[in-house]
């Protein structure tokens, strides 16, 4: 059970960080509703990562990644299904 889950995770990471390789930015079609109140200081950004969403002008989220997250997700991924591969096999 260990193996095929860890092997699926790895999987599932190794290719959202292929995608993040194939665009530069991606617009997510739900529309945010801005609310009366005024909105909450953000703390700066840590290394490029945390500002990875901000709106456009139809109030649309656009997730724009940092380059370095497509390696990092792929060498990841590909860790983790190393590992499930190496981990050994149950005895009956």
Do not use: C
């Not at 617009?27 to 456009?56: A, C, D, I, Q, Y």
């Not at 139809?58 to 990841?76: C, H, Y």
């Amino acid at each position: 059970m260990f193996r095929s889950s860890f092997f699926a995770a790895g999987l599932f990471v190794l290719l959202t960080g292929t995608s993040f390789l194939f665009v530069d930015k991606m617009v997510l079609t739900h529309k945010v509703t801005v609310e009366e109140e005024p909105e909450p200081v953000r703390e700066p950004e840590f290394r490029g990562f945390l500002g990875m969403t901000s709106l456009n002008e139809d109030q649309q989220e656009v997730l724009n990644p940092p380059d370095w997250a497509a390696f990092s997700l792929m060498s990841i991924g590909a860790v983790t299904m190393l590992y499930a591969a190496a981990l050994p096999k149950k005895n009956k």
